[in-house]
């Protein structure tokens, strides 16, 4: 618990002269569910792509397991055991759903310049593959090429391959885009049973999602950190309630009166 | 999840085999017939394949739309040419030396053209290759060799002292001896876990990256064993023709061969032995009667880039048979 797995300081990207992030601070402990919700166009997005390497923050530092990993290029950090899945679904449309994830884990797997047996003959990748589709629960989907599958399917998808990486920090970006009411909750049921096994920096619209799973919460208004704290403070805390709900305070007290 | 082929390793016999073995078989008894035009056409068509596989590899398997592929046709050819120059017409020298030559020229080209995507990355092939273009146009040895009088080859460079290259018929079964092995070597390649990775990149190279691939270098190390096996068949080219010139390099050819894969069928290592089949022969007989012979290719290519996404290949391929279909 002392030594954070990602700590975040003083990170800012500004795009022109909107401040997309400004000096936020975070840090995720080892395995716990720490969430950032925040209004559409807070600098959910922006702040995970910095954080994956995707883009190069304006000022400050991140550190993974104590290490800086600020200057690192994307696939550096990913073998360093980071492992984002996108808002927007990204997979290999090409590849079967078994061979995605095959994929995914045979970047863990050593180096791929391996020029002359065939990849479908890893059969460790292949059953590795099979075995995390099958927690996720489309392992009877394994074969179907993954521009054929749905869309709840490949947001389950694009989870399995961040898992086949071996990761220790999961940054997920809104696991349950655009996924129906039942999808949502079955993607619910998943994530919570990666609780404790992975550290998790969840970024949540949902907010049944989000207060049914974090640990720790922050909001997340104007590119700006206004609060984190656990989900029953952050449900009482006023500075959030007026800056970030607003219009959304009915949407918490529903969770609230669930509990 | 069915396993892709190689030949016979489908299933199923069907009428792309059939195809493919009565191609294969009329490239084997076509020395027989004894007419040295046949022999230097099928040739042609073997040597040429082997480029249009190589430019595959990058196009189909990679996603990489190069368009300065005849710059390797060129460097493979002139590696045979200048070594003969100089008095050295052995071809364990001569064909090792056009491959590494050509893998380091790719080495250093793809250190450049690889930070490009997209358009960028094809105006950016072209100008390399139209580069090498008129470089091979400036650089002369003495008053009749290099420049735009090219190099001759007085003898194709032997390999073993019985076998003589000079009867078509032999150099013609060399090539396609050596064609096939770069088939067998292609398709290990573009189905091992390199292959993979490239064909990932093709398709979403983000999310390879994101995964932890460092994809830049794959892609680098693809360039290169695509141009090293383009520099093999510049230095086949060579000895077929017993010359180069610049126009080797010149970007028709490097469109050409685009069209051969492209209308052959991309992604699949038979389409471009198909598309230079189609292409050399429309060539050699529509040539005959019209200088303006693209002007029947050309509609042929719109018909099969609108109706076959996948070439000629794919319109005979079985209906319902996925592969790796991307872009
Ligand atoms: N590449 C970019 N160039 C310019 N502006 C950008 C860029 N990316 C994001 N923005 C802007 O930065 C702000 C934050 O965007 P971001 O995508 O991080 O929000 P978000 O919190 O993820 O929103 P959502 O909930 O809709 O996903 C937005 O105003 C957005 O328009
Ligand atoms: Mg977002």
New binding site residues.
Partial sequence: MNDPVLAVEGLTKR??A?I?NEEIDIDVRRGEVHAVI??????????ISQLAGELPPDTGRIALNGRDITALPVHRRALLGMARSY?ITSVIPSFTALENVAFAAQAVDGHSYRFWRPAQAAHHLNEKALAILGEIGIADRSGVLAKNLAHGEHRQLEIAMALATDPQLLLL??PTAGMGPGATESMIGFLDTLKGRYSILL?E?DMDVVFSLADRISA?VN?RRVATDTPDSIRRNAEVRRAYLGDRADRLVLPQAGA | MAPRSFLFGAQKFDLRHAIMLAGFAVLLIVPLFGDAYLVRIASRIVVLSMVAVSLDILLGYGGLISFGHAMFLGSGGYVVGVLAFFGVENGFVAYPAAILLSVTLAALVGLIVLRTVGVYFIMITLAFAQMLYYLANAIRIGEDYGGDEGLPLSRRSPLFGILNFDDPAVFHYFALAVLLAILFVSYKLVHSRFGRVIEACRDNERRAKSLGYDTFRYRLVAFMISGGIAGLAGAMHMNLQKFVSPDELHWIISGDLLIMVIVGGANSLIGPIIGTSVFVLLEEGISNYTEHWMAIFGPLLILVVLFGRRGIYGLIRPRGEGGGEGR
Avoid: M
């Avoid at chain 1, 925040?38 to 702040?47: D, E, L, Q, R």
């Fill in positions: 795009f022109g909107l997309a925040g209004p559409n166009g807070a600098g959910k997005t922006t702040f808002q970006d809104e970024i619209h997340l590119g």
